[in-house]
């Protein structure tokens, strides 16, 4: 296995948060667009894992993940998405854009900048779809995936399609993004929008306070609203991406298959929007599982069952192993 390069990545302080952090000091790398806030655990010979979070939560939906897989041998990266906790973009003229395959050549390009020539991709929501998408795409650089709801791909000519009224409400969020009020909403209450989203969409979860305001500080991030609010417009064409990831958004309207090493997980009491698992078996052409975790796991599963997902990943990456 290759090293990992150790001169491309900084110790950042003031972003730690003031309560003891279960990941550690964390530390940033540059890529093409961003300067990427992350945590690392575990040895520098460790077989690399990449964790990734959804929205609206952040790189604490693994503070029991990363440290249980460092205790296995396992180097494990956990990165800040664009518009989340201490990652920054480097140019202000960049556009905030948040559309998936932005979001997923992030992932991709965070490799590159580490040298991580191959590595395991587990993530649930926001970050189950870009590591669905690297998975699909870059193949080569996956050794075996783990991800909640399964096959999450989308495009926009999808996202004209309406859905019937129960499936609609689901969405609310999304269509009240869409207008200047909603923007202007999120802005100003986009703890308490989080706050209800994290209950809405995980129903059994008793998390408290401390928990939400721990992950809560990371949508403090100077471009965390237009991030968001680009990403929901964008699923419904009132949003314009950028025209370098045209060729990889016209890939992903053709929905490609994964044919990594994938074990699908979803939570027994998810909330939020996802799909049934026989729709998207089918597109898993690897070996292929899907566990349902019980016990009332919502949404942030990574969170809500930590050794379960922990599980996942070990079981995924002995199936890759000939």
């Known amino acids: 296995m290759a090293q990992l390069d150790q001169s ?29 806030a992350y945590a690392e655990l575990g040895p520098n010979t460790g077989s690399p894992v990449i964790l990734l ?49 932005a979001l997923a050549k992030d992932v991709v390009e965070f490799m590159d900048a580490l040298k991580i020539k191959r590595a395991i991709l587990a993530g649930y929501d926001w970050g189950g779809r870009s590591a669905d998408i690297v998975a699909a795409l870059w193949p080569e650089r996956i050794k075996a995936l783990v991800t909640v709801s399964g096959y999450l791909i989308g495009s926009q000519e999808v996202g004209k399609n309406p859905l019937p ?48 305001a721990q992950s809560a500080a990371a949508f403090d991030n100077p471009d965390h609203v237009a991030i968001t609010i680009q990403n929901y417009r964008w699923r419904l064409s009132l949003a314009q991406g950028e025209e370098k990831y045209d060729a990889l958004e016209k890939r992903l309207a053709a929905f490609p298959p994964i044919s990594v090493p994938t074990i699908a997980l979803e939570g027994d009491a998810n909330g939020a929007p996802h799909p049934l698992p026989e729709s998207y078996a089918s597109k ?17 599963l990574p969170q809500e069952a930590p050794q379960a997902f922990t599980k996942a990943i070990l079981d995924v990456d002995n199936a890759s192993k000939p």
């Open 8 to 36: 491309s990545s900084t110790t950042l302080t003031a972003s730690s948060p003031k309560r003891q952090n279960p990941l550690g000091g964390l530390k940033s790398v540059r890529t093409e667009v961003l300067d990427v």
């Open 53 to 101: 979070h959804g929205w609206p939560y952040d790189i604490y939906s693994y503070q029991d993940v990363a440290p249980a897989l460092a205790a296995q041998g396992y180097r494990v990266f956990v990165p800040y998405a664009r518009g989340h906790g201490g990652t920054r973009f480097l140019s202000p003229e960049a556009p905030r854009n948040a559309q998936p395959a």
């Open 165 to 212: 009224p129960k499936a609609e409400l689901q969405w609310w969020y999304q269509y009240y993004f869409s207008t200047e009020r909603g923007r202007a909403g999120y802005d100003k209450y986009r703890r308490d929008f989080a706050k209800l989203i994290w209950q809405l969409a995980s129903p059994k979860w008793n998390f408290d306070d401390a928990t939400f």
């Open 284 to 300: 898993f052409t690897g070996r292929y599982e899907f566990r349902l975790i019980e016990g009332g796991i919502g949404h942030n």
